[in-house]
């Protein structure tokens, strides 16, 4: 596809359960990242990765939250004994070189509902 | 610590009302400022703002920014209800040694409600 896929788009999982969200960055774009927006929040970063340089995981709130990227281009993040806190809209964006974050292109999200 | 501060978090406007919005930041090696919108889920790319003082502007949307303030307003006139959407102002910063590649810090956002 032409944009950022992300799935699954809605996820109900049982305190305790581990999930995985997936995220298909445009086509040839060396840069992902991970975002979490709670209700009624601005995003707030969770990990960045680009090209094969080692990741930025200065935002992952806890060692519940883990993310890999394979081949440089899907990538799945794992949110391990998900609590309730966890239930958010996990976005997902891909960027290629750009002059100042305009280049960066949004998912539509995974809505995750832990209950 | 980086931030990007958002305000009003809610406003309630009539159509044909003009509204501004504000975002103020503190951040260490500032590139850019963007705007974004978002109506569900995807923010979609509004306006980047790298120069002091320069407007930009897309039909009734503008955007200016100040860096010796350190904020930026985002300006739409003329409100109609299709502009009902949460607004979010964030700050690109490039990631050591300058280059293209950095990441976004965003506030906390403005919900804007624009009725008939």
């Known amino acids: 596809g032409a944009g950022v896929s992300q799935s699954p788009s809605n996820k109900v999982t049982e305190k305790g359960k581990d999930v995985e969200l997936r995220c298909d960055p445009i086509s040839g774009h060396t840069a992902l990242y991970w975002y979490r927006q709670s209700l009624g929040q601005g995003l707030e970063f969770l990990i960045y990765f680009q090209g094969n340089s080692a990741p930025d995981k200065s935002g992952l709130p806890s060692d519940r939250f883990s993310a890999e990227r394979t081949g440089g281009s899907v990538s799945t993040l794992t949110i391990q004994r998900t609590q309730q806190e966890d239930s958010a809209v996990y976005l997902c964006?891909?960027?290629?070189?750009?002059?100042?974050?305009?280049?960066?292109?949004f998912g539509e999200g995974s809505w995750l509902t832990v209950v | 610590e980086d931030k990007v501060v958002q305000s009003p978090l809610s406003l309630v406007v009539h159509e044909g009302d003009t509204v501004t919005l504000n975002c103020s930041y503190e951040?260490?090696?500032?590139?850019?400022l963007l705007w974004y919108k978002q109506e569900k889920k995807a923010p979609t790319f509004l306006f980047m703002l790298t120069s002091s003082g320069i407007e930009k502007k897309s039909g009734r949307l503008s955007s200016i920014l100040d860096k010796k303030e350190l904020f930026s307003i985002l300006n739409i006139t003329a409100t109609q209800t299709g502009d009902s959407a949460v607004y979010l102002c964030?700050?690109?910063?490039?990631?050591?040694?300058?280059?293209?590649?950095?990441?976004?810090?965003f506030g906390q956002g403005t919900i804007l409600t624009v009725h008939p």
């Open positions: 964006a891909s960027s290629s070189r750009g002059t100042g974050g305009n280049t960066i292109y």
């Open positions: 951040v260490t090696n500032f590139r850019s």
């Open positions: 964030a700050v690109f910063y490039p990631n050591a040694g300058g280059t293209s590649y950095g990441k976004l810090t």
